[in-house]
């Protein structure tokens, strides 16, 4: 992983290039006091002020150059504007002309992320470090840059080399990493504890088996919270087979533990006073003898029956365990993450996690702290009139709904069925990834709604 602390250092006076910012309200008030050779460098390389649009301006030698950078509002830059020049510029140092780079320093920090595991990367790239004044913020953008590339890092990966105990693997490096306790009941194990975790995953190679994933963090004097992330490795639809083309990208389908774990490193790094129970139900959806099938009836820990009605719809019965067992501790809150419907994503495209809360104050302060955080959700009904839809003649309920209707709703209101009702339960439908490149947002893996977690669980457990 690339050393994003080495990133973002503390402006010391040290040489550096300037950067400075403009938008196009304030562009030619900007030009108007630049000398001519700026002026006319400024004209010739078509700069407009646009958003990622920059150009280099010259100095009064050789080596004495200077950047301006478009924002969409020079006065409140945000996250991104910096993301295009920490991807283009040359190595070296930088700061900003007049300013501190505030949020955009993330932008700066994850615009130089790169997925090259499995390819040589570009020797000829070196750092580019942006220099800052706000030296209380460093440690704190550091860390959100840390937790956004392991989520990219884990999605990118294909499923050969992120199964269920690579998962593993990554919860018990955070466990030596911070202290936690971390227990993991694996293969048949599951059976009577975690039948749905179990079914799901019986069917993978046993190098592979399923998992239920426990981390334990914090003082047990503090309040409890649970993050819950589905953890399904490669999911080829089971015996209900995905075709070809929707199956491609399902080494993403572990998109959701790839968040819960990101977000409990957020959580630990920043000590926040939380009794921390993190969760991941690991398995891989595949196809054999003894696959699941539609039509089966699974019991859950919970108690209640479930008729598959599709094997596809895998996530919720593994989520339905592990929500369970998250509940039995009594927590205050219950954030789960899931790459789970494609009809989130038909409702609201790839840009915005699905939002699912049972009470309007939690929803309410989710949705503030993604707007502040420049880090999107939406929120969609738990809209109780759907329950119709996933209703079984010989189970308790069904895993898919019919008609094809309001297929992220009924998801919801599946799990809803695995929470306590007096706890404070955020369920997000995350696509994880981006089908095109975006300035320091490249194609593949990427952390969507994280940050606003982290952000909303800073202000309920932060008060001054």
Not at 232 to 241: A, H, K, W
Request: proline residues 6%.
């Amino acid at each position: 992983m690339i050393d994003y602390a080495a990133l973002l250092r503390p402006d010391s006076g040290q040489p550096a290039t300037n950067i400075h910012l403009v938008d196009v309200a304030g562009l030619d008030g900007w030009i108007a006091g630049q000398p001519e050779r700026v002026r006319t460098t400024v004209s010739a390389q078509r700069f407009t002020g646009k958003p990622a649009e920059y150009a280099i301006l010259p100095g009064d030698g050789a080596s004495d150059w200077s950047v301006v950078a478009g924002v969409r509002n020079a006065e409140a830059p945000g996250c991104w504007c910096l993301a295009r020049l920490a991807e283009v510029l040359p190595e070296g140092s930088y700061r900003m002309a007049g300013g501190t780079p505030g949020a955009s320093g993330l932008g700066w920090l994850i615009g130089q992320y790169r997925f090259d595991r499995y390819r040589k990367g570009d020797e000829n790239q070196g750092p580019r470090v942006l220099l800052t004044n706000d030296v209380a913020r460093i440690d704190a953008t550091v860390r959100l840059a840390e937790a956004t590339a392991m989520v990219r890092d884990m999605v990118n990966t294909p499923a050969a080399d992120m199964g269920p105990p690579d998962l593993e693997g990554v919860a018990r490096d955070l466990g030596r990493r911070f202290g936690a306790q971390v227990t993991v009941t694996r293969g048949d194990d599951l059976a009577t504890g975690y039948p749905m975790i179990h079914a799901v995953g019986r069917a993978a190679d046993r190098h592979f088996a399923p998992r239920l994933i426990e981390l334990l963090w914090g003082d047990p004097a503090h309040p409890r919270i649970a993050i819950v992330g589905k953890g399904i490795c490669f999911d080829s639809g089971g015996l209900d087979i995905k075709p070809s083309s929707a199956m491609r990208l399902m080494k993403k389908d572990m998109g959701g533990a790839a968040h819960a774990l990101a977000l409990a490193r957020l959580v630990m790094g920043a000590n926040l006073p939380v009794r921390l129970h993190l969760l991941v139900p690991a398995a891989e959806n595949a196809i054999g003898a003894n696959a699941f099938r539609p039509g089966d009836i699974l019991a859950s820990r919970k108690g209640i029956s479930v008729e598959i009605g599709n094997t596809d719809a895998e996530g919720r019965l593994v989520l339905g365990d592990a929500l369970t067992r998250a509940g039995e501790e009594q927590p205050e809150v219950i954030l789960d993450f899931a790459t789970l419907t494609g009809a989130a994503r038909v409702a609201l495209g790839p840009d915005l996690p699905a939002l699912f809360t049972n009470g309007d104050r939690m929803a309410d302060g989710i949705a503030q702290a993604a707007t502040a955080i420049d880090d999107p959700v939406w929120r969609l009904p738990l809209w109780d009139g759907y329950a119709e839809m996933i209703k079984s003649d010989v189970a308790d309920i069904n895993n898919a709904g019919e008609g094809g209707f309001a297929g992220a709703i009924t998801a919801a209101l599946f799990l809803r069925r695995f929470v306590p009702d007096d706890v404070d339960w955020a369920h997000f439908d995350t696509f994880a990834w981006r089908a095109s490149a975006r300035p320091g947002r490249p194609k593949g893996g990427d952390a969507l709604g994280l940050r606003a977690a982290f952000a909303w669980l800073q202000g309920r457990y932060l008060r001054e």
